[in-house]
């Protein structure tokens, strides 16, 4: 299948892993693009930019495929080393970056010089408005079903999507929701060029995360997931456990007067203990809704080729009506 992104991109399929915390090393993102996709390293994963150079250097001898780096821009008083991060995204050679989070304006003439694509993690058309603006590449255009940060204004995709196509020129892809072939062909018919999946490559054979959290993904509906962090209006889409019950229930006591030092001990630091070591209980960890379609732990190649195949079937299905 073609579109806008996977030209862009110099991929087979039109779709993109999403940058996961503590989910996108190497072998992640080497293993969805092996399978045709575009896989992405979680670059604030990596404590320093020698650590990302090393990751990305590692991903190299996994795949010769195109792959990224997320690198999110967090408002946080002792920001990360940007530049060094930068630096290593375009010293390793990598053409397509997925930022998120605050606007990534001041790093984007660097990118632009090297020749890197970006893709910009929007939640609203204003959003998406400001990234074409600043001269982004694409979008991801990420639905209130997606796991982590939604935003604020909880549209879902089958609205989002189409007010993102009536409104932007630059391409974009669709995020929040996206599980199968049937995901895929509906993003299309909105407007989207192709999707972004994160949960549903946390439940991947290759994935390198404990397998207490595949099972867990596999084990929940769409009524598993709780929003967290309402009241700082930093919501974010987890799954729910006794940490993130408790987390409410600080927050519904704490009413008004919240602050995130009240409900740290849920948030701050707990993805290693969660993703690699398997405590289930440690914290509030990020899930999407999509969790009530994923029943099974395929490899990334089986995945992405199932996927395809589905939405074979229903473009050929979708032919066949339009002829009766």
């Known amino acids: 299948m073609k579109t806008a992104i996977t030209e862009m991109f110099g991929i087979k399929h039109p779709i993109i892993q999403g940058g996961m915390h503590y989910v996108g090393f190497a072998e992640m993102a080497a293993a969805v693009s092996n399978a045709g996709g575009l896989g992405i390293i979680t670059g604030l994963t990596q404590k320093t930019p020698a650590d990302l150079a090393n990751e990305i250097a590692r991903c190299r001898d996994m795949t010769n495929k ?15 080393d940007y530049p060094g991060y930068v630096r290593a995204i375009i010293e390793g050679g990598v053409k397509a970056v997925e930022t998120a989070g605050n606007n990534p304006a001041q790093v984007l003439p660097f990118f632009k010089e090297a020749g890197v694509k970006v893709i910009h ?6 959003h998406a408005l400001k990234a074409q603006s600043i001269g982004c590449d694409a979008v991801s255009v990420d639905g209130f079903e997606c796991g982590g940060h939604p935003g604020e204004d909880d549209v879902p995709n089958f609205i989002l999507l189409p007010r993102a196509a009536d409104e932007l020129e630059i391409p974009f892809v669709s995020s929040g929701g996206m599980a199968d072939g049937r995901s895929l062909m509906a993003s299309i018919a909105l ?15 290759e994935a390198p995360v ?10 929940a509906s769409e009524l598993d997931t709780r929003l967290v962090m309402r009241p700082l209006r930093n919501t974010e889409r987890v799954m729910k456990n006794d940490a993130v019950e408790e987390l409410l ?6 009413g008004d007067d919240l602050k995130f030092e009240d409900i740290i001990e849920q948030v701050a630091g707990v993805y290693p203990s969660i993703m690699m070591e398997g405590e289930m209980d440690k914290g509030a960890w990020s899930c999407g809704m999509v969790a009530g379609l994923i029943n099974d732990i395929p490899s990334c190649q089986e995945l ?8 074979e079937e229903i473009r050929q299905r979708m032919n066949a009506i339009s002829q009766d």
């Open 304 to 311: 992405i080729d199932r996927i395809m195949a589905e939405a």
């Open 210 to 219: 404990h397998d207490n959290v595949k099972a867990a993904i596999v084990a």
């Open 121 to 126: 993690k929007c939640t609203s058309v204003r």
């Open 191 to 205: 407007g989207a060029s192709g999707m972004n999946m994160g949960t549903r490559f946390i439940a991947t054979k």
């Open 249 to 254: 229930r600080i927050e519904k006591e704490m």
């Open 66 to 80: 195109p792959f990224g780096v997320n690198l999110t821009f967090l408002p946080t008083v002792n920001a990360p």
